[in-house]
């Protein structure tokens, strides 16, 4: 952490943008859904195609912000990627990348309990590359306290300087995949 400081003061001696810096680092903003806060009472808000959770676009069908309603892999927020028959919904953050580089990926992944227990899937998509189609079964020992955060880790290589990381409902229902606690990190 102190050489990573280091080299950014560095950076920042030869005029690179301060952006350019944290890029180098960590190309993900808001991999928590920490932001914005969410305002309903019952502890979760509802985003529509076309609207955005900070960093994160949502498209395709709606997902769920939610707060206190369930318990979070970190932090007070997770999001639920809802699905219906025949609308997946998934969301995006275009991230800028090192052409070449190799990123980890790291995400931690739950399942909606609402409606018992089910097999949740999701699809990982890093650039045009489906990295993988995790699945995460909810059984009836889970709750809304003891959501079962599952850790999931990648090893991703850019492709361009700007790379579309993906993340897609892979159930036709809205009690979707969770997801929480989204990491990149350059690792060569
Ligand atoms: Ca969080």
């Not at 019952?42 to 997902?63: N, S």
């Not at 850019?158 to 990381?165: E, I, N, V």
Request: glycine share 10%; aromatic share 8%.
């Amino acid at each position: 952490m102190l050489m990573q400081a280091a080299k950014c003061l560095v950076l920042l001696g030869v005029a690179l943008t301060f952006a350019g810096c944290n890029d180098d680092e960590s190309p993900l903003t808001d991999g928590g859904f920490e932001t914005p806060r969410v305002k309903a009472p019952l502890g979760y808000d509802v985003y529509a195609p076309g609207q955005h959770i900070g960093p994160w676009e949502v498209h395709v069908g709606k997902v769920d912000l939610v707060g206190k309603y369930w318990k979070a892999a970190a932090g007070t927020q997770s999001l639920n990627l809802q699905g219906a028959p025949g609308v997946r919904s998934w969301i995006s953050q275009t991230l800028v990348t090192q052409t070449e580089k190799l990123y980890q990926l790291r995400l931690a992944m739950s399942g909606n309990p609402d409606n018992g227990s089910g097999m949740k899937k999701l699809e990982i998509w890093w650039g045009d590359q489906l990295v993988d189609t995790p699945e995460f079964e909810v059984t009836p020992a889970q709750t809304h306290e003891q959501m079962g955060w599952k850790a999931l880790t990648y090893k991703v290589r850019a492709k361009a300087p700007r790379t579309q990381l993906k993340l897609l409902s892979a159930v036709d229902e809205p009690w979707g995949p969770v997801v929480d606690l989204i990491s990149v990190k350059a690792i060569d």
